[in-house]
């Protein structure tokens, strides 16, 4: 095996029970370091190939953490490789910011935390902002502040790989960009892979080293994001029209409603 793939994929198929095939035959090779974005719409296998990268759904074929199966890894060891951030919290138990993020230090501590083990976790709220939450119940923080948790404590892991389910969802424009650039600079600082599911497609096209377009279960294609976020690609897996602008190096793509420009040009016309 090439010593610069930390993570591949090879023919992954996964189905949910009762359902259609929610991954088909999906074979990826990923190197070390990097942000690479997952694209296409709801339901083409997104968050379904991130959970199986951490052995949450276990598929058909293989997921191999460099060469090893992370089906053979304990839990324990994988959560000192990878780590995963979900779409939303959802637990209703009393819990700091501090302590949650602290609970990222799990795989790596002994009977109590270390100095180290404090001092992650203290850079990582300060990372991202949530110096002033440290002691607040995660329960009473805005969705947006929440998701900021979640990544931080996902960051205290100390991971190789960073899976992550729609980060930016929650979040308002500016902290959007606060958790991109913050991304972009940990992946750099740290060497990590980045395997971020996002719909935002413009987060996508400006923030992504590597571009992975999903649609129905397939990899439909892969490359840089002109390679992928073309007008072509997403006519067909999105089924909308855009149109794509540049501003220097950076690509804006704006949605297209055929039926309001037909609209204006009857108007226009009369």
Same mark, same amino acid.
């Given at each position: 095996?090439?010593?610069?793939?930390?993570?591949?994929?090879?023919?992954?198929?996964?189905?949910?029970?009762?359902?259609?095939?929610?991954?088909?035959?999906?074979?990826?090779?990923?190197?070390?370091?990097?942000?690479?974005?997952?694209?296409?719409?709801?339901?083409?296998?997104?968050?379904?190939? @991130? #959970?199986? &990268?951490?052995? +949450?759904?276990?598929?058909?074929?293989?997921?191999? =953490?460099?060469? /090893? *199966?992370?089906?053979?890894?304990?839990?324990?060891?994988?959560?000192?490789?990878?780590?995963?951030?979900?779409?939303?919290?959802?637990?209703?138990?009393?819990?700091?910011?501090?302590?949650?993020?602290?609970?990222?230090?799990?795989?790596?501590?002994?009977?109590?935390?270390?100095?180290?083990?404090?001092?992650?976790?203290?850079?990582?709220?300060?990372?991202?902002?949530?110096?002033?939450?440290? @002691? #607040?119940? &995660?329960?009473? +923080?805005?969705?947006?502040?929440?998701?900021?948790? =979640?990544?931080? /404590? *996902?960051?205290?892991?100390?991971?190789?790989?960073?899976?992550?389910?729609?980060?930016?969802?929650?979040?308002?424009?500016?902290?959007?960009?606060?958790?991109?650039?913050?991304?972009?600079?940990?992946?750099?600082?740290?060497?990590?892979?980045?395997?971020?599911?996002?719909?935002?497609?413009?987060?996508?096209?400006?923030?992504?080293?590597?571009?992975?377009?999903?649609?129905?279960?397939?990899?439909?294609?892969?490359?840089?994001?002109?390679?992928?976020?073309?007008?072509?690609?997403?006519?067909?897996?999105?089924?909308?029209?855009?149109?794509?602008?540049?501003?220097?190096?950076?690509?804006?793509?704006?949605?297209?409603?055929?039926?309001?420009?037909?609209?204006?040009?009857?108007?226009?016309?009369?």
């Amino acid at each position: 095996m090439d010593a610069r793939v930390m993570l591949e994929l090879q023919d992954v198929s996964f189905a949910y029970k009762g359902g259609r095939p929610a991954l088909t035959a999906v074979h990826l090779t990923f190197e070390r370091g990097g942000i690479v974005s997952l694209v296409g719409p709801n339901g083409s296998g997104k968050t379904t190939l @991130l #959970r199986c &990268v951490n052995d +949450l759904l276990h598929p058909d074929g293989r997921v191999l =953490l460099r060469g /090893r *199966a992370v089906r053979s890894m304990s839990r324990r060891e994988l959560a000192r490789a990878v780590a995963y951030v979900p779409q939303s919290f959802t637990g209703d138990f009393p819990v700091t910011v501090f302590d949650m993020v602290l609970l990222g230090r799990r795989p790596h501590v002994g009977w109590s935390p270390s100095d180290r083990d404090l001092e992650v976790v203290a850079r990582c709220i300060a990372d991202l902002g949530l110096a002033d939450f440290t @002691l #607040r119940d &995660v329960g009473q +923080l805005s969705g947006g502040e929440r998701q900021q948790v =979640l990544i931080a /404590r *996902a960051l205290a892991q100390e991971p190789e790989v960073l899976l992550l389910d729609e980060p930016t969802s929650n979040l308002d424009i500016r902290h959007q960009l606060n958790v991109m650039r913050y991304l972009c600079d940990i992946v750099s600082d740290r060497g990590l892979l980045a395997l971020v599911a996002i719909h935002d497609l413009n987060l996508a096209s400006q923030y992504s080293d590597d571009v992975v377009m999903m649609h129905q279960g397939h990899v439909y294609a892969r490359g840089t994001s002109d390679q992928v976020l073309t007008r072509e690609n997403i006519q067909i897996v999105y089924d909308v029209d855009v149109a794509i602008h540049r501003h220097g190096d950076l690509r804006h793509i704006v949605p297209v409603d055929q039926s309001s420009r037909r609209r204006l040009e009857v108007t226009t016309a009369l």
